[in-house]
């Protein structure tokens, strides 16, 4: 199935010069969804993954289907201040300022298999931010799949030296 023709362009969003990849078509239809979810899964079914980590918002939605899909645990990774046991945090550069995620200390055993998932990897920030925090929880990270690449961007690079997979580059 050909998945990049269910992502629509929308030019000059959130702000001018900006080409935002919207994957709500995608997310609209079954057979797409389906197959976006296999496709991210498909490198990593028999690594015996044992938890699935994503970013909020859209990474939860592809986080969570992969974790089923893969028979794992799901584990939310959020802005600060919005989970309510005890937490690890990170704070991390963004193009204008800084941003703090956190997670919960127990959320991950230490050494237990975890894959990153996001829909998007384009600067790879938000991304490396939140491999450092399953790192820092004892994590071990054998990979991260996303939906979509921008290529251009250069976010590979700064999340070596994990595996990455994505199913569509621009």
């Known amino acids: 199935m050909e998945l990049a023709r269910y992502i629509r362009d929308i ?7 900006i080409l935002f990849r919207d994957i709500t078509p995608l997310l609209a239809d079954p057979q797409a969804l ?3 979810v296999d496709a991210m ?4 079914k028999n690594a015996g993954i044992a938890h699935v980590a994503a970013v909020e918002a859209r990474g939860f939605i592809f986080g969570t289907a992969v974790a089923a899909r893969l028979n794992a ?3 939310p990774i ?3 201040g919005k989970l309510p046991f005890e937490t690890e945090s990170i704070t991390y550069d963004l193009e204008y ?4 995620l956190e997670i919960h200390r127990d959320a991950v055993p230490a050494g237990a298999k975890v894959l990153m998932v996001d829909d998007l990897l384009a600067t790879g920030g938000t991304m490396k931010a939140a491999c450092d925090l399953i790192e820092k929880v004892q994590g071990h990270i ?4 996303c939906l979509i690449e921008l290529a251009d961007l250069q976010g590979r690079p700064r999340l070596a030296p994990h595996k990455i997979h994505t199913v569509i580059s621009y």
């Open 11 to 17: 030019p000059d969003w959130p702000k001018p010069g």
């Open 142 to 145: 054998v990979g991260i799949t």
């Open 78 to 80: 959020r802005k600060k």
């Open 34 to 36: 389906r197959a976006a």
């Open 97 to 100: 300022g800084t941003d703090t």
């Open 41 to 44: 899964c498909a490198p990593y």
């Open 73 to 75: 645990g799901f584990v």
